[in-house]
């Protein structure tokens, strides 16, 4: 096979009739009879599949035997104008070569719809099927915007540590790691695990938050930002949790609240505009998808399409208010007076579930929300406090279908006060000296976010699970592949 092998989207793109080439990829379907045999052949470059047709009385038998769904094929061939509806170009195979066979008997994908429960307990299948291509698609086309959108604006990209030895988000809902014998461990005198032996000398953990460190970045290199896993282990079985995630954290030296909303309002905006202009035909496939998928709800259960939707996130400026302000409407919302929320609204200082944050960006605004200035109790030790001594500069951003898909602040950037919070808090401050030189030397104004990178391909692609966004998902109990 001597023909230069050109990838299907090249192909479908140029459309160049009469170019003799090479395809390589996988058989998604095969129909015809003796005399001709149309094969789908799709390589991952597009959602589009290559029909290639094959006279088979040519071919010997065994070979055209073997092109069954899943195999692995090579084809040599000329592409001409296609006769046959759906397609405007083919290619009429010359030689073909059979690269790994899948016994169809045994090959679990078959031309035809399978469940997205299905298709996770077979994750390692996924790829090979149209949704699963697509959202892995359109994930790179977001992780290449974001990259970009930082690099045009001068943030650095800094990596931080997974292995860490703090607990940023003060949670305490982290996993440990350690080499220690888990049968007999050493012990301390008084009876606990001494993790002085341990591999580094100390409790450590995976990262929950890249952002400490980050803020020590930005009060240096000025603007950065984090891309990386975080891990968390809470026991949250939702369509909207993972145990292990990504997410993209920039730090600013300089910005307060306002500058920081601007920016992760420029950002989103951006970064959906990015998937507009560079993914329309996985969009399009992913739209449809969707239709289908909700074909039996009634009309005003069903979300918008989904193309339209990210227009419309585009078009209009994300709705600001504040935790009061919000806690005020949903009070005398009528979920609430009808006390259809799960947890009903009685007075200010409560966390907001996610029905409150749907309800605020799906019934009353109709658009994106960012959400500021909550009760300091339910926030990081971090958080900036504001004046009246019971909120802090924080800001959430809520999505239709998503509820948060960011959580930031501005930062306490006054020694005392961070300080005097880390003790109420019992945020341990001697493990935290590294950090509190930050506050010690040069402090300054400065603000970040963190977006979870699997809520927004979720919003993005219109997939109703966040397990189904991610190659392979980690979640409790799930540590499948
Ligand atoms: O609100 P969070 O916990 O904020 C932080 O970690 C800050 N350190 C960010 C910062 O200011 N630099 O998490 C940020 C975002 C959430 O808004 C959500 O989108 C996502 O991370 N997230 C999760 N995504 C998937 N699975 C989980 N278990 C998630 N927990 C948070
Ligand atoms: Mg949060």
Same mark, same amino acid.
């Given at each position: 096979m001597e023909q230069k092998r050109i990838k299907i989207k090249e192909i479908l793109n140029s459309k160049e009739i009469g170019a003799e080439v090479n395809v390589k990829g996988w058989v998604r379907n095969k129909r015809g009879n003796k005399q001709v045999?149309?094969?789908a052949l799709n390589d991952g470059s597009t959602i589009n599949n290559l029909q290639v047709v094959v006279d088979v009385p040519n071919f010997d038998?065994?070979?055209?035997?073997?092109?069954?769904v899943g195999a692995a094929v090579s084809f040599n061939g000329k592409l001409v104008e296609s006769q046959g509806a759906g397609q405007t170009i083919e290619l009429t195979a010359t030689e073909v070569e059979v690269l790994g066979t899948a016994d169809p008997e045994k090959y679990p994908l078959q031309p035809k719809k399978h469940s997205l429960e299905f298709l996770r307990e077979n994750a390692h299948l996924r790829f090979r099927t149209n949704t699963f291509s697509a959202v892995f698609r359109v994930r790179h086309a977001l992780a290449f915007a974001i990259h970009e959108f930082f690099n045009k604006k001068g943030f650095y990209y800094m990596h931080t540590p997974l292995i860490t030895g703090s607990d940023a988000e003060g949670a305490g809902e982290m996993f440990r790691v350690t080499t220690l014998d888990p049968v007999n461990p050493p012990m301390t005198e008084d009876g606990k695990v001494d993790y002085k032996k341990d591999f580094f000398g100390k409790e450590t953990n995976l990262t929950v938050s890249g952002q400490l460190e980050g803020e020590l970045g930005a009060m240096a290199l000025g603007e950065i930002y984090t891309f990386g896993p975080t891990f968390r282990a809470e026991n949250s079985n939702t369509t909207r949790h993972l145990s292990e995630f990504w997410m993209i954290e920039p730090e600013m030296a300089f910005y307060d609240i306002k500058d920081n909303m601007d920016l992760v309002e420029e950002f989103l905006k951006y970064l959906i505009k990015y998937a507009l202009d560079n993914c329309m035909d996985d969009l399009k496939f992913l739209s449809k998808r969707l239709q289908d998928e909700e074909k039996g709800k009634k009309a005003d259960e069903k979300s918008m399409e989904l193309i339209e939707k990210l227009n419309f996130v585009l078009d209009n400026d994300f709705e600001r208010l504040t935790y009061t302000e919000a806690i005020d409407i949903l009070r005398n919302s009528k979920p609430n007076k009808k006390k259809k929320f799960q947890y009903l609204i009685e007075g200010w200082g409560a966390d907001l579930q996610s $029905?409150?944050?749907r309800y605020l960006v799906e019934k009353k605004f109709k658009k994106p929300v960012i959400l500021t200035d909550y009760p300091m109790d339910i926030k990081a030790f971090y958080m900036k406090q504001n004046p009246d001594g019971k909120t802090v500069a924080a800001m959430d951003?809520?999505?239709?279908?998503?509820? $948060?898909?960011?959580?930031g602040s501005q930062r306490e950037e006054d020694y005392d006060k961070l300080v005097r919070r880390m003790a109420e808090m019992e945020v341990p401050a001697e493990e935290m000296d590294w950090y509190l030189d930050t506050r010690r030397f040069g402090s300054a104004t400065h603000s970040g976010f963190g977006l979870g990178f699997e809520r927004l391909i979720l919003f993005v692609t219109g997939m109703g699970n966040i397990r189904d966004v991610i190659p392979f998902p980690r979640a409790p109990k799930t540590a499948e592949f």
């Open positions: 045999n149309f094969v038998e065994e070979i055209i035997k073997k092109i069954t $029905e409150h944050e951003v809520l999505f239709p279908g998503i509820g $948060e898909i960011v959580g």
